[in-house]
C-alpha cells in the first residue's frame, strides 16, 4: 500500500555521551513489525541498523554501532521507526537516512544529528614580555564542534587575538589555544571566552597583570616614536609628488607613442590605397588589352555581369563584330518556328536546304573541332530547351548497342531555368539558373578545343551559365525544342 515516511523539521541536538532519539514515522499510521527498515549514513557510508522480519539485522550493521543502537519498540504497531543512540560520541554526527519499504514501495527520509561537547575552563597564563607589551596565552580542550576564542580586557571591549589554533585529539573533541599581546598597563587585566558555536555556551578565565610586568620604556625609544610617523607622513608626501611627476613623464611619452602610431597607420594606409590603385588599374588596363585583342576572351568572367561596353558589343554582335565572327567563329543560324512546332525535338540532322528556318545548316559530319556560336529566338515563348548533344555513335570501333547521346541543356518552364547534363536518365549534373530578365534570344558559344559551352541573354547581356571542364568524344548538334525536358521518359 502507498505510504510516507517523515522526520523531524529542524536537527537533533544532543550532549556528548547522551542519548540521541532520530524521528522517523510512517504515514498513515500502521505496523512497520513485517516491513524492511534500515537506517544508514552516506559521509561515511556506513549501515547503522537494520530490521527485517520482526528481527535486527546484526550482520549488516557497522562495527562503531553494535551494541549502541535499536528501535524504539514501543510504537513500531503505530508506525515508529525512530532510533535510539546510546552513549553519543562525535563522531555520530552528522546525516542518517531512514529508509522504510514494504514489498516493492520504498519510501525515506532524512535526520541531522548534532553533538555537542562542552570543553574544560580556558587555563589563562602570561608568556612573557613581548616588543612593548605582554603575551598572553589561553588554551582549553573538550570541546565539539570546533570552539570560537574571545579576548576582553576589564572594560568588556574585544581584544584582536594574535593567533588562534585548534587540533583534535583521538577521541575527536577539539583543543583551542590562543595569544593575544597587552601593551596598555592600565587594563590590569583580560579574560578569555571560549564558545561552543551551535549551543552558544561559553566558558571563561581571567588573569591579571601587575603593571611592572610590563616592559619600560627607554626615553630615546619615546622620542622616536614621536618622530616616526612624522617622518612617513614626509616620505609619504615625497613618494606622492614623485609618482604624479613620473606619471606627468609617462603620460606624455605615452601620448607621443599614439601619434606617432596613428602617422605611421595613416602612411600604411595611403601606401596601400596607393598600391590597389596601381593594382585596379593594371587590371583595367589587362582587361582592355583582352578586349581589344580578343572579344571571347573578354568572357573569361562569367560569373559576374558583363560591363555595359561589351553588353552592348553584345547585343550587336553582328555589326561590330563580323569580321571577327568570319575569322574565328562559324555561324550557326537557327530559328523557332513561331506557330508553335518543335524545332530539333529529333536529334538535328545535317541539311544543305537553305531558307528553310526550322533547320539547322551544319556539316554533314557535326561538329568535331573549332568555334561556333548561334542565337535562339525564344521570345514570348514559357517552355523551351536548347543546347548541344554530343552523338559518339559516328566514332570507328563503338559497338552500335552501346552508343549513347550526351546532353547539356539550358531549359526554362515558367519563371524556372535550370542546366542539366544527361546521358538517357541518367543525370550528371543539374542546378537551377539564375536569369534576371525574360530573354528574347539566347545565345550560344561552342569553342571545341576548350571544351566550352556557355549561354548568354541577349536581352542585357548577362552570362546564364558555362559548361566548362568537360570532355568532348564525338560529334555535337545543336539542340532545340519548344518543351521543358522531362526525364521522367527517354531524353530528346
Not at 551551535?198 to 591579571?208: D, N, R
Request: with cysteine; glycine share 8%.
Amino acid at each position: 500500500s502507498e505510504f510516507s515516511v517523515k522526520g523531524p523539521d529542524q536537527p537533533i541536538r544532543v550532549l556528548l555521551g547522551a542519548e540521541a532519539t532520530l524521528p522517523c514515522q510512517l504515514s498513515p499510521e500502521q505496523s512497520v513489525a513485517h516491513m524492511h527498515i534500515q537506517w544508514s549514513r552516506t559521509q561515511p557510508r556506513s549501515t547503522v541498523l537494520g530490521y527485517k522480519d520482526g528481527q535486527e539485522q546484526v550482520g549488516e550493521q557497522t562495527l562503531e554501532y553494535r551494541g549502541r543502537t535499536e528501535l524504539v519498540g514501543t510504537s513500531i504497531d503505530k508506525g515508529d521507526a525512530s532510533l535510539l543512540i546510546q552513549q553519543v560520541r562525535p563522531s555520530d554526527d552528522g546525516q542518517y537516512r531512514c529508509n522504510i519499504k514494504d514489498g516493492l514501495v520504498s519510501r525515506e527520509t532524512t535526520v541531522q544529528l548534532q553533538v555537542i561537547a562542552l570543553g574544560s575552563a580556558p587555563q589563562v597564563h602570561m608568556t612573557g614580555p613581548e616588543e612593548s607589551g605582554i603575551r598572553v596565552q589561553c588554551s582549553s580542550g573538550g570541546w565539539f564542534p570546533k570552539p570560537s576564542v574571545r579576548w576582553n580586557n576589564k572594560a568588556g571591549t574585544e581584544l584582536k587575538s594574535l593567533s588562534e589554533s585548534h587540533t583534535k585529539d583521538k577521541d575527536g573533541l577539539f583543543q583551542v589555544t590562543a595569544s593575544v599581546i597587552v601593551t596598555d598597563s592600565s587594563l590590569n587585566n583580560v579574560t578569555c571566552s571560549v564558545k561552543n558555536s551551535l549551543s552558544g555556551q561559553e566558558k571563561a578565565s581571567a588573569i591579571f597583570l601587575p603593571e611592572p610586568f610590563f616592559p619600560r620604556m627607554c626615553p630615546w625609544k619615546a622620542a622616536t616614536l614621536g618622530t616616526v610617523p612624522v617622518l612617513l607622513l614626509l616620505l609619504t608626501g615625497i613618494s606622492y609628488a614623485g609618482w604624479r611627476q613620473h606619471h606627468a613623464k609617462e603620460s606624455a611619452l605615452e601620448k607621443k607613442k599614439k601619434e606617432l602610431e596613428e602617422r605611421e597607420k595613416a602612411r600604411r594606409e595611403k601606401e596601400e590605397a596607393l598600391q590597389k590603385r596601381g593594382k585596379l588599374k593594371e587590371e583595367l588596363d589587362r582587361r582592355k588589352a583582352l578586349y581589344d585583342a580578343d572579344w571571347k576572351k573578354a568572357l573569361i568572367y562569367p560569373g559576374k555581369k558583363l560591363f555595359s561596353g561589351l553588353a552592348i558589343a553584345i547585343l550587336n554582335l553582328f555589326r561590330f563584330f563580323s569580321d571577327w565572327r568570319k575569322e574565328h567563329f562559324t555561324l550557326v543560324k537557327m530559328t523557332l518556328n513561331h506557330e508553335g512546332k518543335d524545332n530539333g525535338t529529333e536529334d538535328p540532322a545535317p541539311s544543305d536546304k537553305q531558307g528553310d528556318n526550322n533547320l539547322i545548316t551544319l556539316n554533314q559530319e557535326g561538329i568535331t573541332s573549332g568555334r561556333f556560336y548561334w542565337e535562339v529566338d525564344v521570345k514570348d515563348k514559357e517552355e523551351w530547351t536548347l543546347g548541344v548533344y554530343e552523338d559518339s555513335s559516328k566514332r570507328s570501333g563503338v559497338p552500335e548497342d552501346s552508343q549513347k547521346k550526351k546532353f547539356r541543356i539550358l531549359a526554362r518552364k515558367g519563371k524556372k531555368y535550370r542546366v542539366l547534363s544527361y546521358c538517357h536518365q541518367d543525370i550528371s549534373h543539374e542546378e537551377s539558373a539564375e536569369v534576371l530578365m525574360c530573354p528574347d534570344k539566347i545565345m550560344v558559344f561552342l569553342d571545341y578545343e576548350d571544351s566550352d559551352i556557355s549561354f548568354y541573354n541577349m536581352s542585357d547581356g548577362n552570362h546564364i551559365f558555362s559548361f566548362t571542364k568537360v570532355t568532348f568524344s564525338g560529334s555535337l548538334y545543336p539542340y532545340f525544342k519548344l518543351k521543358c525536358t522531362d526525364l521522367s521518359g527517354n531524353a530528346k
